[in-house]
């Protein structure tokens, strides 16, 4: 999972399997986002899930939140090799309205 | 999707030199941002900005940093004097809410010498 002062987390697995990230977060939130980066590219957000929310879809993604245990997951199902990238949770921090980023995963799909 | 561009992709200083990384962010957006990357690592917040006005800055923003916005235009940040320790990946990113998405650009990639 990532979060501190972990080094960035690595997977490798076969195209076509089921993959699930983690993270934990420290500070209140009431907002994750799931955020992918493409080698040389800048982040993009795949999934926000919200403090009242305890799961969110979107095509082959599943995200869910654990406020209590301040955890966030992201689930990949049959993986594709495109999906390659490194893979950020972040939190918005309320107070002062800016999105912190986890150290990331980094995905490797084996075609 | 909303499209945010960042100019020049790449740019190489010698240390001690001013530069100002240049981002066009999403044209309706109220909030602009600056992150800091290395080698892929981390993306590390520096400084978000709303209303003309900075709202939070991080320790990385250093004195030598400054960002402003005049009259709509480009969203900077300005770097004098540059040093070594400022090479990296630079990413701007707008929001139409603080509480939403954040649009990024492609990054500058900042190299000083």
């Known amino acids: 999972s990532q979060w501190g002062e972990e080094n960035l987390q690595a997977l490798s697995i076969q195209e076509g399997e089921d993959v699930t990230m983690n993270c934990s977060y420290k500070t209140y939130t009431t907002v994750v986002q799931w955020y992918r980066q493409k080698s040389g590219k800048g982040p993009a957000q795949l999934i926000l899930i919200r403090s009242n929310e305890r799961e969110k879809r979107s095509g082959r993604l599943r995200a869910t939140l654990d406020t209590s245990s301040q955890s966030s997951s992201l689930s990949i199902t049959g993986t594709l090799a495109t999906d390659t990238a490194v893979y950020f949770c972040a939190t918005l921090n309320y107070n002062q309205g800016k999105l912190i980023f986890g150290q990331g995963t980094k995905l490797s799909i084996k075609p | 999707g909303p499209k945010v561009l960042q100019i020049p992709s790449h740019q190489i200083i010698d240390m001690g030199q001013m530069v100002t990384l240049n981002c066009d962010p999403v044209s309706n957006h109220l909030y602009f941002y600056w992150y800091k990357q290395i080698l892929g690592q981390q993306m590390e917040f520096l400084v978000n900005?709303?209303?003309?006005?900075?709202?939070?800055k991080s320790k990385l923003f250093k004195d030598q940093f400054s960002v402003e916005r005049p009259d709509g235009s480009y969203f900077t940040l300005k770097i004098q004097p540059t040093a070594l320790e400022d090479s990296a990946v630079y990413f701007c990113?707008?929001?139409?809410?603080?509480?939403?998405?954040?649009?990024f650009g492609a990054g500058t990639r900042l190299s000083v010498l």
């Open positions: 990113a707008s929001s139409p809410d603080w509480e939403n998405t954040l649009y």
């Open positions: 900005f709303y209303n003309g006005k900075v709202m939070e």
